[in-house]
């Protein structure tokens, strides 16, 4: 029995003094990177601009991407080397993916409620 591929999560963040093609760019190099290597690209997300929580090189926000791909472990290896020496990357995080977890939220819906919790009496 074959075992299903890895997946692995690929949080990246962009700095928003890119020009956007050139953002655009980045993310299509990482895209092709991941299929040159035999993986395949199975989630592609775009966050937006969000503030970090702390600021990185006098750098206070940041484009959000998320890039859910499979691919053979030789892969996080190269792509993380890329991604460390590109200019315009202000951080990356790729992680496993453990079996079972739920898919990422869909960007555009509210985690939580803005309403506050009834009191019960």
Not at 22 to 32: H, K, T
Not at 38 to 45: A, D, F, H, I, K
């Given at each position: 029995?074959?075992?299903?591929?890895?997946?692995?999560?690929?949080?990246?963040?962009?700095?928003?003094?890119?020009?956007?093609?050139?953002?655009?760019?980045?993310?299509?190099?990482?895209?092709?990177?991941?299929?040159?290597?035999?993986?395949?690209?199975?989630?592609?997300?775009?966050?937006?601009?969000?503030?970090?929580?702390?600021?990185?090189?006098?750098?206070?926000?940041?484009?959000?991407?998320?890039r859910q791909f499979s691919g053979p472990p030789t892969l996080i290896e190269t792509l993380s080397y890329n991604l460390k020496i590109t200019d315009g990357v202000v951080r990356h995080r790729i992680i496993k993916v453990t079996p079972g977890t739920p898919p990422p939220p869909d960007p555009g819906t509210p985690t939580f409620s803005a309403e506050p919790a009834e009191a019960s009496a």
């Open positions: 029995m074959t075992q299903p591929p890895i997946i692995y999560d690929l949080v990246l963040l962009l700095s928003t003094s890119l020009e956007e093609d050139r953002r655009a760019r980045i993310l299509s190099d990482v895209e092709q990177t991941i299929v040159d290597a035999g993986g395949r690209v199975e989630v592609s997300q775009e966050w937006g601009v969000r503030s970090l929580a702390f600021e990185i090189d006098h750098t206070r926000d940041a484009d959000y991407h998320l």
